[in-house]
């Protein structure tokens, strides 16, 4: 059973940064592809980012293509969130998951690619 742990929210005035991580036990991470969702009150779960194994190419929802970037350090078994630019509607918990096999040249924006998942962490934006 792989486990995540999130870090890195808190609170940022619009227009400020934050950088979130998601450490992943587990020995075979660097085949996982990882990804960023995030859930705001009263919305479903939404995907952000996901990075992928190997050549780790990224893609984003279009809302957060040019503020946001993935980024992975495999020898900590680490992924990061970059968000810059922040907006108060990107306020919500931000949830890194993990799927264990994956087809490179496939997207998965879906909770349920999904097979693993941290607790969240809570990002606040105020205008």
């Known amino acids: 059973q792989e486990q995540l742990e999130e870090s890195g929210g808190g609170w940022v005035q619009a227009g400020g940064s934050l950088r979130l991580s998601c450490v992943i036990s587990?020995?075979?991470?660097?085949?996982?592809?990882m990804a960023w969702f995030r859930q705001a009150p009263g919305k479903e779960r939404e995907f952000v980012a996901a990075?992928?194994?190997?050549?780790?190419?990224?893609y984003y929802r279009d809302s957060v293509k040019d503020r946001f970037t993935v980024s992975r350090d495999s020898a900590k078994n680490t992924m990061y969130l970059h968000m810059n630019d922040l907006a108060p509607e990107d306020t919500a918990v931000y949830y890194c998951a993990a799927k264990t096999s994956h087809r490179i040249d496939t997207t998965y924006t879906q909770t349920y690619d999904y097979d693993y998942w941290g607790q969240g962490t809570q990002v606040t934006v105020s205008s």
């Open positions: 990075i992928t194994s190997g050549l780790s190419s990224e």
């Open positions: 587990g020995r075979t991470y660097n085949n996982y592809l």
